[in-house]
């Protein structure tokens, strides 16, 4: 039995039955071309057609959204989602494209949004045939959320949208937007609403989407345009005013810490299968096979001591964050419910940044081969990931930001607004 | 094999753990921790070992002594997972007692085949105390390194490190013959043993080192024949670790809410100094490691219960983690204390001197790190 495994209740233990059946009759396709390290970095049609079809098989077997209720497109279990998730790890299936609908969309829609726009959207949503992003960062509100200044004015039974977001990853796929705007201009935090809106039905009338270019040469985000763009008050969540509340169950979820567990399968990409044997960019523990495959003054950086005692608090780090998720399910040992998910972000994007970084210096010479070199290690996915990890600490609020909601949430430190 | 998801800490580990953390709060807070053991600042001091008696004497009646102690030896037979979270609540309040050695020397027992093994677990159980004479002078913490020899019944040489060595009633004694390593139990009183007090920089402990000169033992102090101590010694060191790295967790735990605390009432320029962020962000980043070692902590001890297998593997990296956070919450406890932080007044420097001695304790963080990595790697190529 596997450690998860010997956990389960009597439910969870027959989905886990099912899902590794219908996994291990499953066969992936092979992409058609490289499949980028995440969600936010899909660039090409052929990329996201190849994910979509595997986001709507698994919904179809029921594996994705499985916790939501029935009338919502869910499947009315209880606490299963995890359990699809291991599985689905386990089994190297590809990631789920639509990250930020599964995990950010849903779960406040669901908590939010009118009964007739659950029921409408999120079958949808859940089986991948719309795509969703999150309009939430403008030019000037970042960190400063709350001062965003796209605007929503009512005209007849009508609300006539326009602004700038920008940062919008998967704008140039998206059908629907979840979009913080505001409503009132005398009031900071007060005069905030949250709708979701139609995007990709509006392009080329009243909104337009413009790609940016990571530093990784990489698409994935936007700016998003609109002017005038037209919904009814159906698709406000809560009322009018309310939309800084509803958005901190959108926040609480980006940064893992929310009631709903968001359907994740991993991330089997191309960088998995490289082209060197047993290598592979992923977590600390994929760095020992990488330090014996790579030469270092004479001898491998396996045999290095100083390189075995980076490799070896990396491991440590993440082992620790790992039994940390787990103490944070056993309340007698935590003095603070949410002490340890408030970290979950910050730890995990600072964990996976270091692992980037010592990843290269263990590659040494050759980290410097990027990807379509044929010398570099691992197909050149690990300098791409170390560049991306700077999406994971500075997007959904940044490291920085995360330490002062620790300091002030968790220890009751001075606010620093 | 596999761990329960719980870490095994259920209803009855939890009231133990309470029991004991409203005990020591109630009779040692730290006021009157510091008035115990820093009463005395002079630099030229005699060693001391100072501690209470009485305390100690309500802690045994608790049944903290018996709690890892099996039931055939008349304990109370319950898992390292519970012990631990006893230790932490020590170290968080820093108390200077017998506790931890003892605690260590009934891991070691544990393991002992010998006849004189049970006896003395049986006695422990009972109340009495002991701790581990296994260290030479080189301070390595390899079993087979020894300073004491064992030729013809009888001991010579010296012990040292000793933890706790004027608060104990016993001593677990390593000893090398032409057989290999051996440990026997040798009373604090017996004739020819010497207990030199060792200057500490730590004042919740006291250390020393123990000449043997031409100690008689007979078979009814064998705990370990010459050829099986090393390997005794080896299955407990994961618990060993294991609690130390628990008496860390507890301390930097005192130390981030102690320092916390002082960045909520201390102001300066107008404002809390808990509002900057050269002062928010470090603490938090100490919480993040408390939380990481704790996790690991809890992980390496119900390993050592259920998961022998994984158990030396989670416990080095339990004490890698504790011992780091211990160096950095002690850096940082006192520096954001400012000049208050740096007099012998401010409670402070109990715990940063604590965590010092802790994080040396069967090897520093950097220490365990490679062994670790010899684990999970595999030797090193010459
Ligand atoms: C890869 C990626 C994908 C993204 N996807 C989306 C998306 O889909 N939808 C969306 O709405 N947004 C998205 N974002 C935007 C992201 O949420 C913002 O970039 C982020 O909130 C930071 O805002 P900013 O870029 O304006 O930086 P700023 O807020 O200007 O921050 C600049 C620097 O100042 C620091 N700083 C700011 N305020 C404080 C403070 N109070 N204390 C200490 N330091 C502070 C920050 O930590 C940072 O280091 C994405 C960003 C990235 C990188």
């Known amino acids: ?417 | 094999m596999t761990q329960p998801k719980n870490f095994a800490f259920g209803e009855d580990e939890k009231m133990l753990r309470d029991t004991a953390r409203k005990f020591l709060e109630d009779n040692l807070p730290t006021d009157k921790l510091h008035k115990l053991v820093a009463s005395n600042p002079d630099l030229y001091r005699e060693p001391e070992s100072i501690w209470d008696r009485d305390l100690w004497q309500q802690i045994v009646e608790l049944g903290w002594t018996t709690v890892i102690v099996p039931e055939e030896n008349g304990g109370m037979g319950m898992s390292l997972v519970a012990l631990t979270a006893l230790v932490e609540e020590s170290g968080r309040a820093a108390l200077p007692s017998p506790f931890l050695v003892t605690a260590n020397s009934s891991l070691v027992l544990r393991e002992c085949s010998a006849a004189a093994g049970g006896r003395l677990l049986e006695e422990i159980a009972g109340g009495k105390t002991a701790s581990l004479a296994i260290t030479p002078k080189t301070g390595s913490w390899t079993h087979d390194d020894c300073d004491v020899a064992l030729e013809g019944g009888t001991l010579n040489g010296t012990a040292w490190f000793v933890q706790e060595a004027r608060k104990v009633d016993s001593f677990i004694v390593k000893a090398e013959s032409s057989k290999g390593i051996a440990l026997y139990e040798v009373p604090a009183q017996a004739t020819g043993v010497e207990i030199v007090p060792d200057t500490i920089v730590d004042l919740t402990r006291d250390q020393a080192h123990i000449n043997f000169n031409q100690v008689k033992v007979s078979s009814d102090q064998l705990l370990a024949e010459a050829g099986e101590g090393s390997a005794a010694l080896s299955r407990a060191e994961p618990g060993l670790l294991t609690l130390v790295a628990a008496d860390m967790c507890g301390a930097a735990e005192w130390q981030l809410q102690t320092t916390v605390e002082y960045a909520r009432v201390r102001e300066q320029f107008n404002r809390q100094i808990g509002f900057f962020q050269a002062i928010k962000h470090p603490l938090v980043n100490v919480m993040i490691m408390v939380d990481h070692a704790k996790s690991l902590t809890y992980n390496a001890a119900c390993a050592y219960d259920t998961e022998p297998e994984h158990a030396e593997k989670f416990a080095r990296m339990a004490k890698s983690r504790a011992s780091d956070v211990a160096a950095y919450a002690s850096n940082r406890s006192i520096q954001f204390h400012g000049g208050i932080g740096f007099t012998w007044e401010c409670f402070v420097h109990l715990y940063t001197k604590r965590q010092k001695h802790n994080q040396i304790l069967y090897g520093d963080a950097s220490y365990q790190r490679a062994k670790l990595a010899d684990i999970l790697m595999g030797p090193m190529a010459a």
């Open chain 1, 1 to 417: 039995m596997s450690e998860d495994q010997k956990k389960d209740t009597p439910e969870q233990a027959d989905f886990r039955a099912y899902c590794r059946d219908w996994l291990s009759k499953h066969e992936t396709k092979t992409p058609s071309s490289r499949l980028p390290q995440s969600a936010i970095e899909i660039m090409h049609t052929d990329q996201m057609e190849y994910l979509r079809e595997w986001q709507y098989e698994a919904y179809q077997a029921g594996l994705v959204g499985c916790d939501y209720p029935v009338e919502e497109g869910g499947a009315g279990r209880k606490d299963c989602q995890l359990i699809a998730n291991q599985e689905m790890q386990a089994a190297n299936k590809p990631f789920l494209p639509n990250i930020l609908g599964l995990g950010m969309a849903a779960p406040t829609i669901h908590f939010h949004g009118k009964q007739g726009v659950k029921e409408n959207l999120l079958p949808r949503l859940f089986s991948c045939e719309d795509v969703w992003c999150q309009g939430f960062s403008e030019p000037g509100a970042g960190s400063d959320l709350a001062n965003v200044q796209t605007f929503a004015e009512k005209k007849g039974d009508k609300w006539v949208i326009n602004g700038h977001k920008v940062w919008t990853s998967l704008a140039h796929f998206a059908d629907w937007m979840i979009l913080l705007l505001r409503t009132d201009k005398s009031e900071k935090y007060d005069g905030l609403s949250y709708f979701v809106v139609p995007i990709k039905s509006e392009l080329g009338k009243s909104v337009e989407v413009r790609p940016l270019i990571k530093i990784t040469g990489e698409t994935g985000f936007n700016e998003v345009f609109f002017e005038n763009l037209e919904v009814t008050e159906d698709y406000l969540l809560e009322d009018l005013g309310k939309g800084w509340q509803v958005a901190q169950t959108t926040l609480l979820h980006e940064r893992g810490a929310g009631p709903m567990v968001t359907p994740s399968s991993g991330g089997a990409t191309s960088g998995g299968s490289g082209n060197q044997e047993g290598l592979s960019v992923g977590g600390a523990y994929s760095l020992i096979n990488l330090a014996k495959a790579s030469p270092r003054n004479g001898r491998t950086a396996a045999d290095d001591p100083v390189m075995r005692d980076k490799i070896m608090e990396m491991i440590i780090r993440q082992e620790g964050s790992k039994q940390g998720a787990r103490r944070a399910r056993v309340e007698g040992l935590c003095d603070h419910p949410m002490r340890i998910p408030l970290q979950s972000k910050l730890v995990m994007s600072e964990i996976r940044q270091d692992c980037g970084a010592l990843a290269m210096e263990i590659e040494g010479a050759a980290s410097t081969l990027y990807i379509n070199d044929e010398n570099a290690p691992v197909g050149g996915e690990w300098p791409l990931a170390y560049m991306n990890s700077y999406g994971v600490t500075i997007a959904a609020g940044t490291s920085e930001i995360q330490r002062n909601i620790l300091g002030e949430r968790v220890l009751g430190m001075a606010k620093s607004k």
